[in-house]
Structures are given as structure tokens and as C-alpha cells.
Nanobody, 124 residues
Framework: QVQLVESGGGLVQAGSSLTLSCAAS????????MSWFRQAPGKEREFVAA????????RYIDSVKGRFTVSRDKAKNTGYLQMNSLKPEDTAVYYC?????????????????WGQGTQVTVSS
């Protein structure tokens, strides 16, 4: 059984960078797409970015385009979310998730694998 484990969160100042990792353990990762969501206190879980595992096609929400980059290392069974120019409004718990659908990836429906989440806090 595959499990997703995030790491890389932390407390940073506005303008800083962080890279989140999502490692798939247990078996070889076999989902079609890996996505990143975030959830701020009192808000719904929000889609951030996604990547197709085989071809590397990507999608982003508008608010992170040009600042965040989603990638994957198939040999390591690990996905990444590189976050640059962080803003206080990026503060949230970040989750990785996986599903066998594309391109409908921007809702939480259909994801059968979720990580435990990692906290990202951006101070002003």
C-alpha cells in the first residue's frame, strides 16, 4: 500500500523560498497525477498545483503562477513544490495527494491518496 509523506514546511519571512517534498513509500508510485493542496485556518482546502507523473504536464492556480514550481523525480518516487517569493497569504497546511485522473485535478474529489500535511508559515 502506497503512503504519501510530506516534508519541508517551516516558518519563513515574506520573500523567502521553501521546497516541499512528497515521498511515496510502500510501493512504486503508480497514480497518474500528483497534486498539492493547502488549507488555511477557517478556510476550505484549496488546490495549488498538479503534475502528471509520466509526462510532467502541470497546472497551477493563478495566485502562485510564476512563484511556485511543481516537479517530480520518478526514480525517487517523490514530488516537489518549489515555492519562491512567499507571501503571508501562502500560510497554510500543505498537502500532497494523488489520483488517476487528468485534467480535472482542482477539487479534492477523486483523490485516493493523501499525505499528512506540512505547515508553512510566512511572516510579514
Amino acid at each position: 500500500q502506497v503512503q504519501l509523506v510530506e516534508s519541508g514546511g517551516g516558518l519563513v519571512q515574506a520573500g523567502s523560498s521553501l521546497t516541499l517534498s512528497c515521498a511515496a513509500s510502500g510501493r512504486t508510485f503508480s497514480r497518474f497525477a500528483m497534486s498539492w493542496f493547502r488549507q488555511a485556518p477557517g478556510k476550505e482546502r484549496e488546490f495549488v498545483a498538479a503534475i502528471t507523473w509520466t509526462n510532467g504536464n502541470t497546472r497551477y492556480i493563478d495566485s502562485v503562477k510564476g512563484r511556485f514550481t511543481v516537479s517530480r523525480d520518478k526514480a525517487k518516487n517523490t514530488g516537489y513544490l518549489q515555492m519562491n517569493s512567499l507571501k503571508p497569504e501562502d500560510t497554510a497546511v500543505y498537502y500532497c495527494a494523488a489520483k488517476n485522473q487528468w485534467p480535472v485535478v482542482d477539487t479534492t474529489r477523486g483523490y485516493d491518496l493523501w499525505g499528512q500535511g506540512t505547515q508553512v508559515t510566512v511572516s510579514s
